[in-house]
């Protein structure tokens, strides 16, 4: 078989900007797709697509529809990896940037529950799905860009560039929530307001694609490709021979998901609802916290080039099990100095524990099945640790009070802490290698 031509870009500097523009720009407009939806379940979902009544049950019903992209997500993570292990990297986060752009901009244009009755709510919930099949395919690609194009001792730093993707959407989405809270009264918010970040998605996407376009393979792909065939079926091939470390990817992702929705999503919900601080007051508060986690994230990523995955992972999973002591006493303090402490520790630590993230998962898995098995793992966690989140930490708060919902928060840092104990670690190895 002839040799193919691995991507130029791969050896120079302007070429990796170019990846990691690429890799952040996806992910960024991905997260602030999928976390305008969480805030606007947090203010407007539940009483805009439910029947009109008890505004707890309405609030339950928004988080359960928060809660159906997370489980699309390993659909679309079998979906897309399978394409991106058969076809590339590249085809595959263009696909699923499409599919999650469009689902985002739909829901923006979609009528309520007042206007057409209960198939409100199930056209939500099904774009709702399609947004987790998208967001399924993203992570692993962006991840996989950055990383098998980096150069040695460079791919926890390279890979850091997806993880910022969640800071830099979610400061988008935040802000400009705030901006309309400031700007429209509450009937005008209600009425079309809370519809702007939806349709404003339309943009967002069509600068991502240009930028994605422009990219070429990676070089790690591109040389398996040129070896043998690709897998017939990654997916199977995946399970059968790779089960442990899916598994074990899946369970240190928990504590990430667990950090960042506690303290967003939740946190807001209580914030506003239980504690009668003012939406706008909240969100000023989550856009100044969110750079704690912008910071975290390449001084973690820097540090597990240095010092390895493992060793960042254990701290900072073990830091976040003892914070969630803390929960009932920062958040519940019902002050805004103690609220802001908790989302600067709480996102803090989803930076240190999300950062080596891009380069572990990645490096669990070998090139043919790379893509399958990176987002996989990463939505599997996503489930765990994310999807159910809100929904679970307001049934605690509201049998149990606080304290339960920081004993959520300190199982999920101890599972995952458990999970890196049981990997080796992957800091050496060379994913440009054949397999």
Same mark, same amino acid.
């Given at each position: 078989?002839?040799?193919?031509?691995?991507?130029?870009?791969?050896?120079?500097?302007?070429?990796?900007?170019?990846?990691?523009?690429?890799?952040?720009?996806?992910?960024?407009?991905?997260?602030?797709?999928?976390?305008?939806?969480?805030?606007?379940?947090?203010?407007?979902?539940?009483?805009?697509?439910?029947?009109?009544?008890?505004?707890?049950?309405?609030?339950?019903?928004?988080?359960?529809?928060?809660?159906?992209?997370?489980?699309?997500?390993?659909?679309?993570?079998?979906?897309?990896?399978?394409?991106?292990?058969?076809?590339?990297?590249?085809?595959?986060?263009?696909?699923?940037?499409?599919?999650?752009?469009?689902?985002?901009?739909?829901?923006?244009?979609?009528?309520?529950?007042?206007?057409?009755?209960?198939?409100?709510?199930?056209?939500?919930?099904?774009?709702?799905?399609?947004?987790?099949?998208?967001?399924?395919?993203?992570?692993?690609?962006?991840?996989?860009?950055?990383?098998?194009?980096?150069?040695?001792?460079?791919?926890?730093?390279?890979?850091?560039?997806?993880?910022?993707?969640?800071?830099?959407?979610?400061?988008?989405?935040?802000?400009?929530?705030?901006?309309?809270?400031?700007?429209?009264?509450?009937?005008?918010?209600?009425?079309?307001?809370?519809?702007?970040?939806?349709?404003?998605?339309?943009?967002?996407?069509?600068?991502?694609?240009?930028?994605?376009?422009?990219?070429?393979?990676?070089?790690?792909?591109?040389?398996?490709?040129?070896?043998?065939?690709?897998?017939?079926?990654?997916?199977?091939?995946?399970?059968?021979?790779?089960?442990?470390?899916?598994?074990?990817?899946?369970?240190?992702?928990?504590?990430?998901?667990?950090?960042?929705?506690?303290?967003?999503?939740?946190?807001?919900?209580?914030?506003?609802?239980?504690?009668?601080?003012?939406?706008?007051?909240?969100?000023?508060?989550?856009?100044?916290?969110?750079?704690?986690?912008?910071?975290?994230?390449?001084?973690?990523?820097?540090?597990?080039?240095?010092?390895?995955?493992?060793?960042?992972?254990?701290?900072?999973?073990?830091?976040?099990?003892?914070?969630?002591?803390?929960?009932?006493?920062? /958040? #519940?303090?019902?002050?805004?100095?103690? +609220?802001?402490?908790? =989302? &600067?520790?709480?996102? @803090? %630590?989803?930076? !240190?524990?999300?950062?080596?993230?891009?380069?572990?998962?990645?490096?669990?898995?070998?090139?043919?099945?790379?893509?399958?098995?990176?987002?996989?793992?990463?939505?599997?966690?996503?489930? /765990? #640790?994310?999807?159910?989140?809100?929904? +679970?930490?307001?049934? =605690? &708060?509201?049998?149990? @009070? %606080?304290?339960? !919902?920081?004993?959520?928060?300190?199982?999920?840092?101890?599972?995952?802490?458990?999970?890196?104990?049981?990997?080796?670690?992957?800091?050496?190895?060379?994913?440009?290698?054949?397999?």
């Amino acid at each position: 078989m002839a040799t193919q031509t691995l991507p130029a870009v791969s050896s120079s500097s302007d070429g990796m900007g170019r990846i990691a523009t690429a890799s952040l720009i996806g992910t960024a407009i991905e997260f602030y797709d999928f976390y305008i939806y969480g805030t606007a379940a947090a203010l407007v979902v539940g009483a805009i697509f439910f029947p009109p009544g008890d505004s707890a049950s309405q609030s339950l019903n928004a988080f359960l529809t928060f809660g159906i992209a997370f489980l699309a997500r390993p659909l679309g993570s079998a979906f897309f990896g399978h394409f991106g292990d058969r076809i590339g990297r590249k085809s595959t986060l263009v696909a699923s940037l499409l599919v999650m752009g469009l689902s985002t901009t739909l829901i923006g244009v979609l009528p309520s529950y007042e206007q057409i009755g209960v198939a409100a709510a199930i056209l939500l919930c099904l774009l709702r799905f399609l947004q987790g099949i998208g967001l399924g395919g993203e992570w692993g690609g962006a991840a996989l860009l950055a990383t098998e194009s980096a150069p040695a001792g460079r791919k926890a730093w390279y890979g850091m560039f997806p993880q910022l993707g969640p800071s830099v959407g979610f400061i988008m989405a935040n802000g400009l929530f705030l901006a309309l809270l400031f700007l429209l009264d509450d009937a005008q918010f209600r009425a079309w307001g809370w519809r702007v970040p939806f349709l404003a998605s339309f943009v967002l996407v069509a600068i991502g694609l240009y930028v994605r376009l422009k990219i070429s393979e990676t070089p790690a792909f591109s040389r398996v490709l040129a070896s043998a065939p690709p897998e017939s079926v990654p997916f199977v091939s995946l399970f059968r021979h790779h089960w442990l470390p899916v598994l074990q990817g899946s369970l240190a992702m928990v504590v990430c998901y667990a950090l960042f929705y506690i303290s967003t999503v939740f946190a807001l919900s209580h914030g506003v609802g239980a504690l009668g601080i003012s939406r706008s007051a909240f969100l000023t508060l989550l856009c100044f916290a969110i750079p704690a986690m912008a910071i975290a994230t390449p001084i973690s990523g820097h540090l597990s080039d240095r010092y390895g995955r493992r060793p960042i992972l254990l701290v900072g999973s073990l830091a976040a099990a003892l914070s969630g002591l803390s929960l009932p006493y920062l /958040l #519940g303090s019902g002050s805004l100095l103690g +609220v802001y402490l908790f =989302l &600067v520790l709480e996102l @803090g %630590l989803m930076g !240190v524990t999300f950062a080596p993230m891009g380069a572990l998962l990645p490096e669990l898995f070998p090139t043919r099945v790379r893509y399958s098995g990176a987002s996989i793992a990463y939505n599997m966690g996503g489930i /765990l #640790g994310g999807s159910l989140a809100p929904y +679970v930490a307001q049934i =605690l &708060v509201d049998r149990g @009070g %606080l304290s339960y !919902v920081g004993y959520y928060v300190t199982a999920a840092g101890l599972l995952s802490f458990l999970a890196v104990c049981s990997m080796r670690e992957t800091a050496n190895l060379d994913l440009l290698s054949l397999d």
